[in-house]
């Protein structure tokens, strides 16, 4: 690739402020009061790809929120690259906790990002990088240095489960044939330490509604006589786990795969310092299943957490009411093998077990996936890493994440495809919370290495 900084130098104030523009879009898909800001976010995807060279773009509608597909389909001889992404973004609740309005970005300094970050909510997921291979495109265009063929599929569905994702793949797979997919919607270890995704998590998400008295009741005249949904819900939740903070759902942990010490001690050379981790979360102590590491814990094995807990009164004051629901939405995320639909049922047979008599439990699945696998001996892998190593000056290490993207798995199964993860943010940049960010330099470098991709799987396709 010539002139590949140059281009990105000249071009740098309108790849931000384009960015910056994206951002400022509300695209929340979960919650409806959004959904003209999601079709709107499309739209702007849309044109993005028009400007940058895309000969085919258009919006496909689906039950919920379109998807975006476009192409630049040069030779039928070359391979194809499939890029995928999401412009939905999470919700920006707690807003409070905000330094900043979400979606008003701005661009601060910070140690880990002394050239500046965009703070906003779906800077760094999914937007930002998304937006990054909208623009390496369009250098290769403008330069007349694309390679070979490219496709876009960039969904708003993403952070709700992509339902009609599925259903779009299933009934377009020859419009979407190609030869590897391409992803940013990942992290890497450091800036100065380039990684490649290598392993993703399955995820199931269930909410649970405990039911017990047909009202609130006053907690004086019937405290201690009727079962109430908030304790009892809470005991519950609490037995999910042992002393040794291990799932105790029965069948849980049958298919996980232990991996070899050998592996576990390749996975151990990732440069990592537990006092920066845990000084940049504010805590004094890691938590977590005994007998593995930090990082085996948020990567390697699966997890249960609780994402939200409510009932009762939680208005100002006071307000002595023995509630007559408790509700909690439970994640669990789970490593290759583990079939998210087999562990719902496995959780739900179990919850409705451990309840105890005077309440009722109702059980929601809400979404989930399978966790993946990418081999690092394929033509994908090769390619992705001597890009990285082209424009770092290093090799990147392989390394599985905590993160589930259902949809690969989907990929494999539907289009024969294997996934290249090409992550570009880091773990401080604090996605799905408050003052989510994006480096500057980490967006600019991830428009400078894509190109590289393409160059290198296209001559290694082709020998």
């Not at 400007?51 to 039950?63: F, W, Y």
């Not at 981790?277 to 593995?292: C, F, K, M, R």
């Amino acid at each position: 690739m010539q002139n590949t900084k140059a281009y990105i130098a000249e071009h740098k104030e309108r790849f931000i402020q384009e960015l910056i523009e994206l951002l400022k879009i509300p695209s929340v898909s979960a919650d409806s009061a959004f959904t003209k800001d999601v079709i709107a976010a499309a739209e702007a995807v849309k044109n993005a790809l028009s400007h940058a060279g895309c000969d085919t773009v258009e919006i496909c509608e689906t039950d919920g929120y379109p998807i975006v597909y476009g192409e630049k389909l040069i030779d039928s001889k070359l391979p194809t690259v499939l890029v995928y992404g999401h412009y939905d973004v999470q919700p920006a609740d707690p807003i409070e906790l905000w330094d900043s309005p979400p979606y008003e970005p701005i661009i601060k300094k910070t140690a880990l990002h002394p050239e500046g970050a965009i703070f906003a909510r779906g800077a760094c997921d999914d937007k930002g990088q998304m937006y990054m291979h909208v623009k390496a495109l369009e250098f290769m265009v403008k330069t007349q240095q694309l390679p070979c063929n490219v496709k876009f599929m960039i969904e708003g569905e993403e952070e709700v489960g992509s339902d009609n994702l599925g259903i779009y793949v299933a009934n377009n797979k020859e419009k979407l044939t190609n030869d590897i997919i391409l992803i940013s919607d990942t992290g890497m270890i450091a800036n100065d330490v380039p990684s490649i995704t290598t392993g993703l998590r399955g995820l199931s998400y269930v909410e649970v509604e405990i039911t017990g008295p047909n009202r609130d009741l006053h907690s004086g005249l019937y405290g201690g006589a009727v079962a109430n949904p908030i304790n009892i819900l809470t005991k519950m939740i609490a037995s999910l786990h042992d002393e040794n903070n291990h799932i105790t759902i029965p069948g849980f942990y049958d298919k996980v795969e232990e991996l070899s010490k050998k592996e576990r001690a390749e996975m151990a050379k990732a440069p990592f310092n537990i006092n920066d981790y845990q000084n940049a979360l504010d805590i004094d102590s890691v938590y977590g299943e005994e007998g593995y590491t930090t990082n085996e814990r948020n990567s390697i094995r699966p997890t249960l957490d609780v994402n939200g807990i409510w009932g009762g009164y939680i208005g100002e004051g006071a307000k002595t009411v023995i509630a007559s629901k408790a509700y909690a939405k439970i994640s669990m995320r789970l490593v290759p093998h583990q079939d998210w639909e087999e562990i719902t049922k496995l959780f739900k047979t179990h919850f409705e077990n451990i309840a105890p008599k005077g309440v009722t439990v109702k059980i929601t699945p809400h979404h989930g996936g399978q966790g993946y696998v990418t081999p690092i001996d394929t033509i994908g892998y090769k390619a992705a890493s001597k890009a990285y190593e082209t424009t770092f000056g290093k090799k990147p290490i392989p390394q599985r994440s905590g993160g589930s993207i259902p949809i690969v798995a989907l990929f494999e199964k539907e289009l024969k495809s294997k996934t290249i993860l090409m992550g570009f943010g880091l773990d401080s940049d604090a996605i799905h919370s408050p003052n989510e960010h994006f480096g500057v330099w980490n967006y600019l470098k991830g428009i400078e290495t894509i190109p590289y991709f393409y160059k290198y799987f296209t001559e290694m396709k082709t020998i």
